[in-house]
């Protein structure tokens, strides 16, 4: 997962020695292994190399509260809320109606802010503002989604420390990816909170087990924007095996087998009575349902520039609708044998307009995704094979996330394990109700159940010659941690500045880089003297941290992560101010114009009873009344916020009387994509 790279500091670095690291085991009587030794070019530095603590096999201790903790997938496309009520894992419904949300986020050209379906469905009209797929970005370097960022609609541009952001030109602003995702979980939590009828603060954030330590980080900063107070990171996966186990009594070996949006996970483990232990787990954090839409929008606009000799793809609003009658193809083709694709007015040349009509069949879909579905096959048999199972240890194997519907991804599923997936979960809510279950364990709702979770990806550091040395496996069961004692390589020298990745490569450059950690303040002293003990732990949502401790004084050393693909902690607390910010302005938003609703709900009542009971009413009272019904329709029209009325403030609400086109549908939002060209 990380590697060690040492560099010179002060009188090291006089000596002009190499910044790098080497790994040197010297063999004892009897093939033993003693100590280990790092060197820095021709100077040897003393390590002695202690065995690793082993990880806590146990489940960690539950934490007593009052207040009921959610469980959230914070999903790629579509995001879900659970709670436990009466016993059970139920999934919150939103304000809209509906089990899962759309996690796209959207700004109009008048600064307001549309969170879920609302945003979803005028993403055509708007696609530079509206945000989707953001999960792929969270928590990554610029350098590491240069493939992801040509399938989005929007801006996506680095920061001066090579950073995602995403560009919004309806407000001018740059956006974090988690400050994006923070929004969507503010919904989340606002919808949760309503359906629970109280005040909901503290929740369990599922992610990809794939997923690095820059991206649980990044994940748990965005709970922080939002205003959440994040208990727990779990694997996507294991939060499937925990509400598909939550009342299973027998023990069972069950393989998880997740295709959402974006990523793509597969976990091994054991059920039963309470326990749940993770095996192995591997995946795929760049393969998705995204990328089976992506096929289908290359295959449409390859087709079309051949007939007409235009790019689709270099038309923002022709991508939106181009991906977005994918999607829908890709929906319907897991059910029928074709779907027809039908985009009116896609653009227009001199010589009019042009449109796409196109048939696609099941299996031209299976031959455009083939080698997607081929890439499933590697992280099944990896984790079979870390696990040290073979397929007719399983007992059962679970489908998780839509992508799942696929008839092919089914089939391939059932050749690799000879077995039928399990069908008794909804693969779409299965996630979110697992982590309700994890936080009814942490609220001390539930009782007897213990989940045993591993770390995907192996924790090492960088050693001489841009080499990965493991410190810490993949599948190691968490919390675990780790410690290694080392000295400085020469005379003086009071810095040393460490690498730490994370994969599974043999080499530095393939890995992903956790980040630096510059150790200050060692005594002065002739090389090999110092003792610097640094202990690495994982914790149970699987984020690493890194302490040093001065084994001769006992002082503790301060550690600076740098380089790293996460936000500073003082970017973080100004989004937590802004996000209150903007909170309170939207409520006060909201509160005025749902005071003009009920206004505007009173003058027509009233003005209908007037013409329903006519000359019954007496003519002072009829006059009276309608001089506090002009009152009130002048109190309407001037107030404050009045004129966003009709729209949705502050993006939490659903549709609401005269939102006008954007509510509408395809045929709607066709019409409008032909004025505006």
């Not at 060197?39 to 603590?53: E, K, N």
């Not at 939103?94 to 996690?103: K, L």
């Not at 919004?168 to 919904?187: D, W």
């Not at 992508?403 to 996630?431: F, H």
Request: with cysteine.
């Amino acid at each position: 997962m990380a590697s060690f790279t040492c560099s010179q500091v002060g009188a090291a670095a006089a000596g002009g020695a190499s910044p790098f690291l080497g790994y040197r085991r010297r063999s004892g009587p009897g093939g033993a292994i003693p100590s280990s030794s790092l060197f820095v070019g021709r100077r040897l530095a003393a390590v002695q190399m202690r065995a690793p603590s082993r990880g806590v096999r146990g489940g960690s201790a539950l934490r007593v509260t009052c207040e009921k903790v959610v469980g959230i997938d914070l999903g790629t496309t579509n995001s879900a809320v659970a709670a436990m009520e009466g016993g059970k894992p139920t999934v919150v419904t939103n304000a809209e109606g509906a089990r899962t949300t759309p996690s796209v986020v959207a700004y109009t050209k008048t600064g307001e802010r549309l969170v879920g379906q609302i945003a979803k469905r005028q993403a055509v009209v708007n696609p530079e503002n509206t945000f989707f797929s953001v999960k792929r970005f969270i928590g990554r370097k610029m350098s590491e989604v240069d493939d992801e960022a040509k399938q989005v609609s929007y801006g996506v541009v680095k920061d001066d420390n090579g950073n995602v952001k995403l560009d919004c030109p309806a407000i001018g602003k740059q956006f974090a990816a988690e400050e994006i995702s923070a929004q969507v979980l503010r919904k989340l939590v606002d919808d949760a909170s309503k359906f629970l009828n109280e005040k909901i603060t503290k929740a369990v954030v599922t992610v990809p087990a794939y997923f690095n330590d820059s991206q649980r980080t990044a994940t748990k900063d965005a709970g922080r924007i939002a205003g959440l107070e994040v208990l727990r990171i779990i694997n996507e996966p294991t939060a499937a095996s925990l509400a598909y186990g939550f009342e299973k009594k027998n023990n069972e070996t069950i393989l998880v087998f997740d295709l959402g949006g974006g990523t793509f996970d597969v976990s091994v483990l054991e059920v039963g009575d309470g326990v749940f232990e993770v095996l192995s787990t591997s995946g795929d954090t760049h393969l998705g349902g995204d990328d089976f839409d992506k096929r289908i929008v290359d295959w449409l606009a390859s087709n079309f520039k051949k007939d007409e000799g235009i790019d689709l793809l270099k038309d923002k609003q022709a991508l939106q609708r181009l991906t977005e009658a994918s999607e829908k193809a890709k929906m319907e083709l897991s059910t029928l044998t074709q779907a027809n694709i039908s985009l009116p007015f896609i653009t227009a040349t001199a010589d009019g307009p042009k449109h796409i009509e196109a048939t696609l069949s099941r299996a031209k879909f299976e031959e455009l995704c083939s080698d997607l579905i081929d890439r499933l096959k590697t992280p099944v048999n990896n984790a079979l094979r870390d696990a040290k199972l073979s397929v007719s240890d399983l007992d059962e194997v679970i489908l998780v996330g839509g992508s799942t519907r696929i008839p092919a991804v089914q089939e391939l599923v059932r050749k690799l394990t000879d077995k039928d997936p399990n069908v008794t979960v909804n693969p779409d809510e299965v996630v979110s109700l697992g982590a309700a279950v994890q936080g009814g364990v942490l609220a001390g709702d539930v009782k007897d159940v213990v989940l045993l979770d591993v770390t995907p990806l192996s924790l090492g550091l960088e050693t001489l010659g841009g080499v990965m040395t493991k410190i810490i496996p993949r599948n190691t069961t968490l919390p675990t941690s780790k410690s290694e004692v080392f000295s400085t390589a020469a005379d003086g020298q009071t810095s040393v500045e460490i690498n730490v990745l994370q994969g599974e490569r043999e080499f530095v450059r393939d890995n992903k880089s956790v980040g630096s950690f510059r150790l200050d303040g060692i005594p002065p002293a002739p090389r090999g003297v110092p003792q610097i003990e640094v202990k690495f732990d994982i914790d149970a949502n699987g984020i690493l941290s890194v302490a040093a401790i001065d084994k001769g004084t006992g002082k503790k050393q301060d550690i600076t992560i740098t380089g790293a693909s996460t936000l500073p902690k003082d970017e973080v607390e100004r989004m937590v101010e802004e996000a209150d910010k903007f909170a309170k302005e939207d409520k006060e938003k909201r509160d005025a114009i749902d005071t003009k609703n009920q206004a505007d709900s009173v003058v027509y009542q009233t003005e209908k009873q007037l013409k329903e009971l006519g000359d019954k009413v007496p003519a002072p009272v009829k006059e009276k009344v309608d001089v506090k019904l002009q009152e009130l329709k002048e109190a309407m029209y001037n107030q404050s916020g009045a004129s966003a009325a009709g729209s949705t403030p502050g993006a939490e609400a659903g549709p609401t009387p005269g939102t006008g086109p954007a509510q509408n549908d395809g045929d709607v939002i066709d019409a409008d994509f032909t004025d505006s060209n």
